[in-house]
């Protein structure tokens, strides 16, 4: 179990084995849902695949075609 210290400007910090096991970061954002019984539940925010653009970049070396990758193709 772990806990958090709310601030009086209504902020908390979340405890590092919470944040390493839902895999969030600085600037990350987190959902928090009300449950009817009163529990709160956190969940990392997904990222859309363009807010992903351009953070791989390609491997180096030879480009193959998609054609060419087709392990059917004689």
Request: proline fraction near 8%; glycine fraction near 10%; avoid cysteine.
């Amino acid at each position: 179990m772990s806990e958090a210290t709310l601030t009086s400007k209504g902020q908390i910090t979340i405890p590092a084995d919470i944040r390493r096991s839902l895999g969030v970061g600085a600037q990350d954002r987190i959902t928090f849902t009300l449950m009817p019984d009163g529990t709160v539940v956190l969940r990392a925010k997904t990222r859309s695949v363009q807010a992903l653009k351009g953070m791989l970049k390609p491997a180096p070396g030879v480009s193959v075609a998609v054609e060419d990758m087709n392990p059917g193709k004689p």
